[in-house]
């Protein structure tokens, strides 16, 4: 019974890799072995890892585009509103509205509400803040922010068996691997009695 629930607990399987060309290769031959749901860690960028990890293009500029689109908008209307019909001043009889004087404040709440939806999307995109998450028990896991390479498996993954993707991980030049384990939050934890 205690084997079926630490099989219950398994989150993935953690490859960590010497170089980021390294884990290049390894996120590339995870890919075309048919897993859907990894992901890779490095202290930085690396260039080439979203082509081979199988990753589209991101959705994010879409929302991006439309932000800036509704930006634009609100900001014709809101000088349209107060010059037309809040508060017209006849001023050497000029019109009410004029879209000349008006573009500086259309152009900054444009880009105003783009960035906005850049931010807050990114965040949403890719579920942050995430406070929890098992790979935080690993110890070697921690030197991701430093000099780590790493690629995590998981369990999720239609295709995920503990021993064949550990395998493949060490096949692919993984200088460790190690199974984790979804053991809880600490407050599940201290109430558990761990």
Known sequence: MASEA?????????????????????????????????????????????????LGQSVLGYFVFGGAALGC???????YWMGEVDYPINISGKPFFAIEPSIPIIFELTILFAV??????????NKLPTPYNPLFYSKRFARVTD??????????????????SAALLRDLGA????????????????SDGG
């Open 116 to 125: 906005l939806t850049a931010v807050f999307g990114m965040f949403v995109l």
């Open 6 to 54: 630490n099989t219950d607990r398994i989150h993935g399987v953690l490859g960590e890799f010497e170089h980021a060309g390294g884990l290049l290769r390894a996120a590339r031959g995870v890919h075309e072995a048919g897993y859907k749901i990894f992901d890779a860690h490095s202290p930085f960028a690396i260039h080439g890892m979203d082509k081979a990890m199988g």
């Open 147 to 164: 000099d780590g390479f790493f690629l995590h498996i998981e369990s999720r993954d239609a295709r995920f068996d503990k021993e064949a």
């Open 175 to 190: 200088v460790n691997v190690e199974i984790i384990e979804d053991l809880g939050s600490r407050e599940e934890l201290e």
């Open 73 to 79: 908008y609100l900001g014709y209307f809101m000088q």
